[in-house]
T-cell receptor, first 113, second 114 residues
Framework: GEDVEQSLFLSVREGDSSVINCTYTDSSSTYLYWYKQEPGAGLQLLTYIFSNMDMKQDQRLTVLLNKKDKHLSLRIADTQTGDSAIYFCAVPYPPGNTGKLIFGQGTTLQVKP | DTEVTQTPKHLVMGMTNKKSLKCEQHMGHRAMYWYKQKAKKPPELMFVYSYEKLSINESVPSRFSPECPNSSLLNLHLHALQPEDSALYLC?????????????FGPGTRLTVT
């Protein structure tokens, strides 16, 4: 089955860039997603990238996809304290139209003032 | 508008109680989902409804009973739960009834079983 892995913790200073990494095992995934979860809240869809793209930029967020290495990353420019949260990457599995998403373990981003 | 609403926000129930969680979306989405999330863990899929019909049951115990009365509403009926069922229950929806595309999540119901 699909295995999605993320590092568990990242700490940055306010104003720095944050890079959160994710690796997956199934190369036939179509869309790949990034979600943000603040304490006590549900998941907020941040952005997504289609598998035929290498990069997608949306304001402070940049998603990079390396299909050869099955590596996905989320870069947050000018990180703010409000960006402190858990970030999950999610991959559809099995590929196709089932609605199943496999989530990584989540990366806790700590932003220090 | 990408809002999914869930009620109640918090629920405390005993092991002999029967209660229900409710989820609503008015985005015209044709697939709806229930997830369970334990503390410090990612969400785990429980059920998928596609065009108001149950399409995926991830081997969830029968003490959890989903219901989709119409395309906007999803319920999760709870009966004879165990303390280990305490978790955040998240509802989500997606536009395509086939499950393709991004899923939008509600704020969740935090359930405590005593």
């Amino acid at each position: 089955g699909e295995d999605v892995e993320q590092s568990l913790f990242l700490s940055v200073r306010e104003g720095d860039s944050s890079v959160i990494n994710c690796t997956y095992t199934d190369s036939s995934s179509t869309y790949l997603y990034w979600y943000k979860q603040e304490p006590g809240a549900g998941l907020q869809l941040l952005t997504y990238i289609f598998s035929n793209m290498d990069m997608k930029q949306d304001q402070r967020l940049t998603v990079l996809l390396n299909k050869k290495d099955k590596h996905l990353s989320l870069r947050i420019a000018d990180t703010q304290t409000g960006d402190s949260a858990i970030y999950f990457c999610a991959v559809p599995y099995p590929p196709g139209n089932t609605g199943k998403l496999i989530f990584g373990q989540g990366t806790t981003l700590q932003v220090k003032p | 508008d990408t809002e999914v609403t869930q009620t109640p926000k918090h629920l405390v129930m005993g092991m002999t109680n029967k209660k229900s969680l409710k989820c609503e979306q008015h985005m015209g989405h044709r697939a709806m989902y229930w997830y369970k999330q334990k503390a410090k863990k990612p969400p785990e899929l429980m059920f998928v409804y596609s065009y108001e019909k149950l399409s995926i049951n991830e081997s969830v115990p029968s003490r959890f009973s989903p219901e989709c009365p119409n395309s906007s509403l999803l319920n999760l009926h709870l009966h004879a739960l165990q303390p280990e069922d305490s978790a955040l229950y998240l509802c989500a929806s997606s536009q395509s009834g086939t499950g393709e595309g991004e899923q939008y999540f509600g704020p969740g119901t935090r359930l405590t079983v005593t």
